[in-house]
C-alpha cells in the first residue's frame, strides 16, 4: 500500500496573478454556474468596503505617528 502526498504550493497573491489563482476561478465557476452574480456582488461589495476600512485607518495611523516624529 502506497500513500502519495500531494504537496500544494501557494503562489503569492499579487493583483496580476490574483484572478488566476484556482480558488478565484472555482469561485467564478461557481457563481456562474448557480446564477448567483447578484448575491456574489453584494457579497464582495461588503468585503471591499471591510478591507478598505482597515486601510484608510491603518493610514491615517501612520499619517499620525509621522507627524509626531
Same mark, same amino acid.
Given at each position: ?15 496580476? +496573478?490574483?484572478?488566476? !489563482? ?9 457563481? +456562474? ?6 448575491? !456574489? ?11 478598505? !476600512? ?16
Amino acid at each position: 500500500m502506497t500513500v502519495e502526498n500531494e504537496q500544494v504550493v501557494e503562489t503569492p497573491k499579487t493583483p496580476r +496573478n490574483f484572478r488566476s !489563482a484556482i480558488d478565484i476561478e472555482n469561485f467564478y465557476r461557481f457563481v +456562474n454556474e448557480n446564477d448567483l452574480r447578484r448575491e !456574489a456582488k453584494i457579497m464582495l461589495e461588503l468585503v471591499h468596503s471591510k478591507v478598505m !476600512a482597515t486601510v484608510k485607518k491603518k493610514r491615517k495611523e501612520s499619517k499620525s505617528k509621522k507627524q509626531i516624529h
